[in-house]
């Protein structure tokens, strides 16, 4: 390590030397032709600039020769191990091993090339019983069975008291309100009550149904349906729906008036829709 750092700084200072030596040389040449200091100092530091640029380039190209050169003869090797491996005849018997000429690189060879087969092979075992595993159909424990049944049997109990919510939506809206309009109601309904969405809403305008009909009716099916919406949900929701019949009332007024006046107006209060 001393000796090529050693041989790296003698290379490196002869460069330098050679430069600042060239460098005065022209430099007196060009002061003697009547050039004046300054001129002659910036030939001489680009004189040496020169230099160290060319000899940059040199150690470049040098590099760049050695590592094409290695690439060259490591192909060149490759190669030549490829031809001696497929020269092993593949099938040797016991009784003709010792006749046969063979050269000490391919019995060197011959154990490291049993090795990876026989790891190949159990590679090879460990996938398929892997997969064989994976195949085998997972079976539930009864508590988790239990469980998914218990989640279909609620999903089947919410998606009855949609669809029930449904038909008493267009039974009680029949008479104010266009198809269209009670279709896309029930849209708006069934999203808001299922995932508490109140989105890309288009907002229904009637005219025989006042603020409390609609207050009885958004709470009848919120407490029929009992999801995760709260009161002021269900009073963001009406006036989004229906802000021109809303439009001079504000939400605490709205979720705190939803049961008020039970028996009066065109939809009364229901405590249980069923009956």
């Not at 009784?95 to 046969?100: A, I, R």
């Not at 305008?205 to 349906?225: A, C, S």
Request: one cysteine or more; hydrophobic letters at 40%; charged letters at 30%.
């Amino acid at each position: 390590m001393k000796q090529n750092y050693r041989d790296i700084l003698i290379q490196n200072l002869a460069i330098i030397i050679g430069g600042v030596i060239t460098g005065l040389g022209v430099r007196l040449i060009v002061l003697e032709k009547g050039a004046d200091e300054f001129t002659a100092n910036s030939i001489f530091w680009v004189i040496n600039f020169v230099f160290i640029l060319l000899y940059l380039a040199f150690v470049t190209f040098g590099i760049s020769l050695i590592e094409i050169f290695k690439q060259i003869k490591k192909k060149f090797y490759n190669k030549n191990n490829v031809e001696k491996q497929e020269a092993v005849p593949n099938d040797v018997s016991i009784d003709n091993f010792e006749k046969l000429e063979l050269n000490e690189e391919p019995l060197q060879n011959l154990p490291t090339i049993i090795e990876e087969e026989k790891l190949t092979s159990e590679v090879e075992n460990e996938i398929s019983n892997t997969l064989l595993e994976a195949e085998k159909p997972v079976e539930l424990s009864d508590i988790e069975k239990i469980r998914i049944q218990a989640k279909s049997d609620n999903e089947k109990i919410l998606q009855g008291k949609l669809d029930f919510i449904v038909q008493y939506t267009k039974q009680k809206f029949a008479p104010y309100a266009s198809d269209e309009e009670i279709l896309r109601f029930c849209t708006y309904l069934v999203n808001f009550l299922k995932d508490g969405k109140i989105e890309n809403v288009n907002p229904i305008k009637v005219e025989v149904l006042g603020t409390i009909d609609l207050k009885h009716f958004g709470w009848n099916v919120w407490n029929h349906y009992k999801g995760k919406n709260e009161r002021k949900d269900v009073a963001k929701f009406l006036k989004t729906v229906f802000p021109y019949t809303f439009n001079d009332t504000v939400l605490p007024t709205i979720e705190k008036q939803l049961t008020s006046r039970k028996n009066e107006g065109l939809i009364k209060i229901e405590d249980n829709l069923l009956q």
